[in-house]
């Protein structure tokens, strides 16, 4: 079955400090995939997407993330994280549907 | 450009009550979703419309959920009884062919 699985499901921060959220996905074939952010009482806002091509992809508010076919990964990153970074951060998969992960909990602390 | 509209924002009623959630997707946007997001958990597909034609409800509990777009533009979600699992927050989307996919905001309903 396709599934989207982010293994951490909270991770704490120090404001300044790189940051590195962890998705692996299953499916047959590659799936585009997606980063989406959701402050609390907001809906998604999508981050980033990858689609083919270039496997080191740039979004919005300074992040980035690495597709890795090998690993079946598609992993978050931002150099230096500010605490309005908090929120809920959610990757997802598609092939003919979206499915989403559990989501990663960051707390960002000054 | 604007975004995804949902009406209410907050919703709470008790158990066996119906209630109904509304979606304007952003303009032109052929695709329409209604998502489910449980607390703790990610967002799960109940329905995809294309225009104004069902493309996938294989998730959504039609027993008691149905949903409707009218001229291919608006959206209904409703849910007639309502139960204490149905609390949740309902996440309307749009895209204009597939992806990327369009979130409004969001209905958080707490069914006592």
């Known amino acids: 079955a396709q599934s989207v699985t982010q293994p951490d499901i909270h991770i704490t921060v120090s404001e300044g400090a790189s940051l590195e959220l962890r998705c692996n996905y299953s499916?047959?074939?590659?799936?585009?995939l997606f980063w989406y952010v959701q402050s609390p009482g907001q809906g998604l806002q999508l981050l980033l997407k990858?689609?083919?091509?270039?496997?080191l992809v740039q979004g919005i508010k300074g992040f980035e993330a690495e597709f890795k076919r090998s690993q079946s990964s598609f992993n978050l990153r931002k150099p230096s994280v500010h605490w309005s970074d908090a929120a809920e951060y959610f990757c997802?998969?598609?092939?003919?549907?979206?499915?989403f992960g559990t989501g990663t909990r960051l707390q960002v602390f000054p | 450009e604007a975004g995804v509209a949902q009406s209410p924002r907050y919703k709470i009623i008790e158990k066996r009550q119906s209630v109904a959630f509304w979606c304007n997707p952003i303009?032109?946007?052929?695709?329409l979703y209604w998502y489910q997001q449980i607390l703790g958990q990610g967002p799960k597909l109940l329905i995809q419309?294309?225009?104004?034609?069902?493309?996938?409800d294989s998730q959504l509990p039609k027993d008691r959920f149905s949903a409707e777009r009218l001229k291919g533009v608006d959206s209904t979600l409703k849910i007639q009884p309502a139960k204490l699992e149905d609390s949740a927050v309902y996440l309307c989307?749009?895209?204009?062919?597939?992806?990327?996919?369009?979130f409004g905001p969001g209905t958080r309903l707490t069914v006592t």
């Open positions: 990858y689609f083919s091509g270039d496997t």
């Open positions: 499916y047959g074939a590659t799936p585009y």
């Open positions: 419309f294309q225009n104004n034609g069902v493309v996938d």
């Open positions: 303009s032109g946007h052929a695709t």
């Open positions: 997802a998969g598609n092939t003919d549907k979206l499915i």
């Open positions: 989307a749009s895209s204009l062919e597939a992806l990327p996919i369009h």
